[in-house]
């Protein structure tokens, strides 16, 4: 009987952590800056300084306050070149893929804008086992331990 509620228990708590941690972005402001970017657990000023960043090639950056956020992915060429990169946290409502750019940076292509709600979500997890992936192996096992000491 114990052995079931402690089982259960242990899952549980496996997952609630998961569920309780920040949202973690990868940040980076230029492209050579996001070829090795930081970590950066998402609050109002770090979404506030990806705003700012926006607000600098994009017109109509609002100021936003909020307890949600998102990762960002932002990527525009110009010659074939990468002329303006830039990942962070963003609040949802800012809506930064769907920004226009300024007059003066009219000709540059957008090629990469993702947003996402996943933990470092905005860089290429190539090679990377995603925090979902060990949740769920995690419920399995525990499900079999749960069925092997029944």
């Not at 920040?22 to 070829?35: A, G, Q, R």
């Not at 609050?43 to 109509?60: C, I, K, M």
């Not at 303006?84 to 809506?95: A, D, E, F, K, S």
Request: aromatic share 8%; charged share 15%; proline share 4%.
């Amino acid at each position: 009987m114990y052995t079931k509620t402690l089982i259960a228990g242990v899952l549980i708590a496996f997952v609630c952590v998961q569920l309780a941690d920040s949202l973690v972005c990868y940040t980076c402001t230029t492209p050579k800056d996001c070829k090795s970017p930081k970590k950066v657990t998402c609050n109002n000023a770090a979404a506030n300084e990806t705003s700012f960043y926006l607000n600098v090639y994009h017109q109509g950056v609002i100021n936003a306050t909020s307890t949600r956020f998102d990762c960002l992915a932002l990527r525009y060429n110009w010659n074939n070149d990468v002329i303006h990169q830039l990942h962070g946290c963003v609040h949802p409502t800012v809506g930064p893929c769907s920004l226009s750019l300024k007059p003066a940076y009219g000709h540059y292509n957008k090629t990469r804008c993702l947003t996402c709600s996943g933990d470092k979500c905005n860089k290429s997890p190539a090679g990377k086992m995603s925090s979902s992936t060990i949740t769920i192996v995690a419920s399995v096992v525990g499900l079999l331990l749960a069925k092997i000491y029944a």
